[in-house]
């Protein structure tokens, strides 16, 4: 059993930056791969990027990629995901998950645990 807090949403403008933070509970993090999910108002959870249990593999969404950076601190317990040049359909809720499969998944159905998101508004 894992816990996921997340933390680091909020308000920016279009162009500016922010860093989601997720901490997780428990003295196994290190065998969970990692992703980050985001739903916006009336559309389905999406895929925003995965992270290996080492954080070696890295794997993103398109409409993301070359923007968002997802890393992760095993010592910390932590998952980050830092985004760069914020547009507003990044507007969403976003959440990250714990996956005990050791392959890599994109599919919200594939993930174990989750957390209860934290709110990214960008304005334009």
């Known amino acids: 059993q894992v816990q996921l807090v997340e933390s680091g949403g909020g308000l920016v403008q279009a162009g500016g930056s922010l860093r989601l933070s997720c901490a997780a509970s428990?003295?196994?993090?290190?065998?969970?791969?990692m992703g980050w999910f985001r739903q916006a108002p009336g559309k389905e959870r999406e895929f925003v990027a995965i992270?290996?249990?080492?954080?070696?593999?890295?794997s993103y969404a398109d409409s993301v990629k070359g923007r968002f950076t997802i890393s992760r601190d095993n010592a910390k317990n932590t998952v980050y995901l830092q985004m760069s040049s914020l547009k507003p359909e990044d507007t969403a809720v976003y959440y990250c998950?714990?996956?005990?499969?050791?392959?890599?998944?994109?599919?919200?159905?594939?993930?174990?645990?989750w957390g209860q998101g934290t709110q990214v508004t960008v304005s334009s």
């Open positions: 998950a714990a996956d005990r499969d050791v392959r890599l998944h994109t599919i919200p159905q594939s993930y174990d645990y």
């Open positions: 992270i290996s249990r080492s954080g070696g593999t890295t």
């Open positions: 428990g003295r196994t993090f290190s065998i969970y791969g």
